[in-house]
């Protein structure tokens, strides 16, 4: 849902960005990364090298807005949704696969 979410605020970030709504494209952008810092602060780097690659994506993710933020790249924007978005999806199924092996009826 995490992911989602940041995915709808950095979609919200380029429209503006289109429309010249600079102020819409730092709330947007800002939102998005309070996203990132709260998943990266959520990971529980006992776990091993996961947390790890995780934190540096999120650090990455939030560093390539803040990037299109300041040059207006809406490429920047667009690669980190994509990202993001298949990072959602990646988890998503993972949970289908993890509930169907216990054996928990997953519909869709």
Same mark, same amino acid.
């Given at each position: 849902?995490?992911?989602?979410? &940041? *995915?709808?605020?950095?979609?919200?970030?380029?429209?503006? @960005?289109? &429309? *010249?709504?600079?102020? &819409?494209?730092?709330? %947007?952008? +800002?939102? /998005?990364? *309070?996203?990132?810092?709260? !998943?990266?602060?959520? !990971?529980?780097?006992?776990?091993?090298?996961? /947390?790890? %690659?995780?934190?540096? @994506?999120?650090?990455?993710?939030?560093?390539? !807005? +803040?990037?299109?933020?300041?040059?207006?790249? !809406?490429?920047?924007?667009?690669?980190?949704? $994509?990202?993001?978005?298949?990072?959602?999806? &990646?988890?998503?199924?993972?949970?289908? *696969? $993890? @509930?169907?092996?216990? +054996?928990?009826?997953?519909?869709?």
């Amino acid at each position: 849902i995490l992911y989602e979410g &940041a *995915q709808r605020f950095i979609e919200k970030a380029a429209r503006a @960005l289109e &429309a *010249q709504d600079y102020a &819409a494209v730092s709330l %947007n952008v +800002g939102k /998005a990364q *309070q996203i990132f810092a709260e !998943l990266a602060a959520s !990971l529980n780097f006992d776990a091993g090298d996961i /947390a790890h %690659n995780l934190n540096r @994506l999120y650090d990455y993710w939030s560093w390539r !807005l +803040g990037q299109g933020l300041i040059h207006k790249d !809406l490429e920047a924007f667009r690669e980190v949704s $994509a990202m993001v978005g298949d990072m959602a999806a &990646a988890w998503a199924e993972a949970v289908k *696969q $993890a @509930l169907t092996q216990r +054996g928990v009826r997953v519909s869709g």
